[in-house]
């Protein structure tokens, strides 16, 4: 196992990749660069559940090994976050949620994530998570 330090964190740092996330990125692990996270375990990050509050943006897989199966990625928040795949269906200035697979929804709670601007036809958010 991959040991992680949480010293000093502002706005990214290095987190173990869920074991449910880990199996849909197997294929190419360099595919959730870019998709939204949520905290799942200790040290530990994934696509979550549907409706999950986002804890940030994965920026870097920064280490995979095959032998333990352990993926670590740094992950970014405290910033705005461009082309975060959603429905379509959100409005700006709506609390978004984590969708389940990388991507936001609208959010029925309060959550640290807002959408700032959205491309309906393209089904992208520019979102803003704190």
């Known amino acids: 196992m991959y040991e992680l330090s949480f010293n000093g964190l502002r706005n990214s740092g290095t987190f173990h990749v869920a074991a449910a996330t880990k199996s849909t990125i197997q294929s190419d692990p360099k595919q959730i660069i870019g998709k939204v996270v949520t905290i ?10 549907a409706d999950d509050e986002p804890f940030g943006v994965v920026e870097q897989v920064e280490f995979v090994s095959t032998n333990d199966d352990d993926y670590v990625v740094t992950v970014a928040w405290g910033q705005t976050f461009e082309d975060i795949k959603c429905a379509g ?15 936001v929804k609208t959010s029925v709670e309060h959550t640290n994530c807002v959408a700032l601007d959205v491309d309906q036809s393209a089904t992208l958010c520019a979102i803003k998570i704190i």
């Open 89 to 103: 269906t959100e409005n700006a200035g709506e609390f978004l949620a984590c969708n389940g697979t990388g991507g």
């Open 40 to 49: 799942t375990g200790n040290g530990e990050v994934g696509y979550g559940s």
